[in-house]
C-alpha cells in the first residue's frame, strides 16, 4: 500500500507552467541548476531580483534586522520603518511625501483603488487595454482579459472602463465625472514591455485634472531603477497622484509600497487601509539596503547603457526590433517568442514571454553587463528567424 505522502506526484496547487528547470541555488545573474546546468538569467525572477541573487549588503540588512527584531506590530513604533520611507521618498522625487507599507503589488493596487474610492465617492475606474495589476478583486477587476480568462470572482466590486493604451484622444469620452481614479503602467509589462508613451501619460494626467479624477501609476514592474531612472514617472516627466512599488523594491524579500501626494494624504484617517507584515522591520531594512545599493553602485546608469547595448546588439536571428524601456525590454521575434525562449533555454540563457506572442521580454538584473548581453545576442543568431 501507497504511503498518501508517495500516492500524491506534489503537494503544491497545479496554477503555475513550469520551466524546466530546477533551480538549486543562484549566484549574481546566474543561476545554478540541479542538473549541473549555469543559467544566465534574464527574467530576474519576474522582474524582482535588480540586484541579482546573493548581493552582499541585502543579506546583510536581512541578517542584522533579523538579529535585532524579526517583526513588530505597526501599533508599535520602530524607526526602520519611518527611516526607509524617507529613503523612498528622497530616491522618488516626486513629492509623494506619504507612504504605505503592504506586501506585494495587487495589494498596493488594491489599496490605491480603494484610497481613490474613498476620496472622490465615485463608482469608477478606467485602466489601459493591456495592463497587468495583480490577481485580487480590484486589481484583478482592472486588469486586462482577467474576467474572460481567470478573474474567479461572481462580478466585478466596481464599474471598470478600458481605453486603447495608444489613443490620448479617447480619455476625454472614457473619463468622466463618475471615474474615480485611472491606473496605467507606464511601461506595461505582461502586456510586452510596451512604453506606453509621455504624450499619453500627460494626457491621462491632463484629463484626470478636469475632472478631478485620481491617477495611479502602477510601477510595480517598471519601477525601482528598473527604466534607468527611480522610476517611470521620472523617466517620462509625468507625476502621478499615487504610486505603487513592489517586486525589485525588495530584490526577493516581500514588499511593496503606496506613495501618495498631499492632498490625498491629508485625508487619510485611521483604519482607512491596514496590515499585518506591511511595514515589517525586515522588509523596511532590505528596501533602504536595496535603495542605497542602487544609488551608490551607479546601477541606474548601468541599466542606461547596458539596454542601449541590448537594443542595438541583439536585434540579429529571429528578432526583428525592440519596445519598452531599461530593464523592461522586449525583443520583438519574426517567429512565436515561446519558441525563441525554448531555444534560448537549450543555450541556457532563461528569458520571459508575455501577452503578446511576439514579444520576448527581458527583466534582468541592474548588475547586468555588455559581455553577459553579448552571449544573448551570439544565441539568438544561431537560431533561425
Not at 98 to 104: A, G, K, M, R
Not at 189 to 194: D, H, I, N, T
Not at 356 to 376: C, F, K, S, T, W
Request: hydrophobic share 45%.
Amino acid at each position: 500500500m501507497n504511503h498518501p505522502a508517495q500516492a500524491h506526484a506534489s503537494h503544491l496547487a497545479n496554477v503555475f507552467a513550469q520551466y524546466p528547470i530546477e533551480v538549486q541555488r543562484g549566484e549574481g545573474v546566474w543561476l545554478y541548476a540541479r542538473d549541473g546546468r549555469k543559467i544566465l538569467d534574464f527574467y530576474g525572477g519576474h522582474a524582482v531580483a535588480g540586484l541579482g541573487y546573493g548581493h552582499p549588503r541585502w543579506l546583510a540588512a536581512l541578517e542584522n534586522q533579523a538579529r535585532q527584531m524579526a517583526f513588530q506590530t505597526n501599533a508599535l513604533p520602530m524607526p526602520v520603518r519611518e527611516r526607509a520611507a524617507a529613503r523612498l521618498v528622497k530616491f522618488a522625487g516626486l513629492g509623494l511625501d506619504t507612504v504605505f507599507w503592504i506586501n506585494s503589488g495587487a495589494e498596493a493596487n488594491e489599496n490605491a483603488l480603494k484610497l481613490a474610492f474613498k476620496m472622490t465617492g465615485r463608482d469608477k475606474v478606467v485602466a489601459l487595454e493591456q495592463g497587468w495589476h495583480g490577481r485580487t478583486a480590484a486589481a484583478g477587476a482592472v486588469t486586462w482579459g482577467a474576467m474572460e480568462k481567470w478573474y474567479g470572482f461572481p462580478r466585478r466590486p466596481f464599474e471598470v472602463s478600458f481605453t486603447p493604451r495608444n489613443d490620448p484622444s479617447a480619455l476625454e469620452f472614457v473619463i468622466d465625472n463618475n471615474t474615480a481614479a485611472a491606473i496605467v503602467e507606464p511601461v506595461q509589462g505582461v502586456g510586452g514591455a510596451y512604453d506606453v508613451g509621455k504624450p499619453m501619460l500627460q494626457a491621462l494626467r491632463k484629463r484626470c485634472d478636469e475632472v478631478g479624477a485620481v491617477l495611479i501609476f502602477d510601477e510595480v514592474q517598471c519601477g525601482m531603477g528598473r527604466t534607468g531612472k527611480p522610476f517611470g514617472a521620472n523617466y517620462f516627466g509625468v507625476t502621478p497622484d499615487i504610486l505603487t512599488a513592489a517586486k525589485a523594491l525588495g530584490n526577493g524579500f516581500p514588499v511593496s509600497a503606496i506613495m501618495i501626494n498631499a492632498k490625498i494624504a491629508q485625508q487619510i484617517r485611521y483604519d482607512d487601509m491596514g496590515t499585518t507584515f506591511g511595514g515589517g522591520p525586515m522588509a523596511c531594512a532590505v528596501a533602504e539596503a536595496v535603495i542605497d545599493t542602487i544609488e551608490s553602485e551607479s546601477l541606474m546608469a548601468n541599466v542606461q547603457q547596458v539596454s542601449d547595448y541590448m537594443r542595438s546588439s541583439c536585434v540579429v536571428g529571429p528578432v526583428t526590433g525592440t519596445q519598452g524601456a531599461g530593464f523592461l525590454l522586449g525583443l520583438k521575434t519574426s517567429r512565436a517568442a515561446k519558441e525563441v525562449q525554448a531555444a534560448l533555454m537549450q543555450k541556457n540563457i532563461l528569458t520571459g514571454t508575455s501577452g503578446d506572442p511576439h514579444i520576448l521580454r527581458l527583466l534582468p538584473a541592474y548588475i547586468m553587463n555588455e559581455g553577459h548581453v553579448d552571449q544573448l545576442s551570439d544565441a539568438l543568431a544561431k537560431i533561425p528567424a
